[in-house]
């Protein structure tokens, strides 16, 4: 499953990514496998919250968006809720 794209406010025109922080919650014992992707691949994300400077160089204009898995054996749909994104951009 993949999240809507998130685009950079209006205000943001240049500059380069610095780090992103992460954010999304699943219900209490579910696990999901996420990822923070762009046009041209995406970063594994190690937990629902987190700081990474995998994405540092890219445009701070490129949007991004969220991907999902089951984790192995699981079956069952999980909710993923509270997505957020916050990049740090010079």
């Given amino acids: 499953m993949a999240s809507s794209l998130m685009v950079p406010p209006s205000a943001v025109s240049a500059g380069v990514i610095e ?3 992460w954010r999304y919650r699943v219900p209490a014992g ?12 995406c970063v594994s994300l190690d937990a629902a919250v987190g700081i990474n400077r995998a994405l540092a160089g890219l445009a701070a204009t490129t949007p991004l968006h969220f991907r999902f898995a089951l984790a192995p054996g699981q079956r069952a749909a999980v909710q993923v809720s509270h997505l957020q994104v916050i990049v740090n951009y010079r």
């Fill in 30 to 41: 579910q696990t999901v496998i996420g990822w923070l992707c762009h046009s041209g691949g």
């Fill in 19 to 21: 780090e992103v922080r």
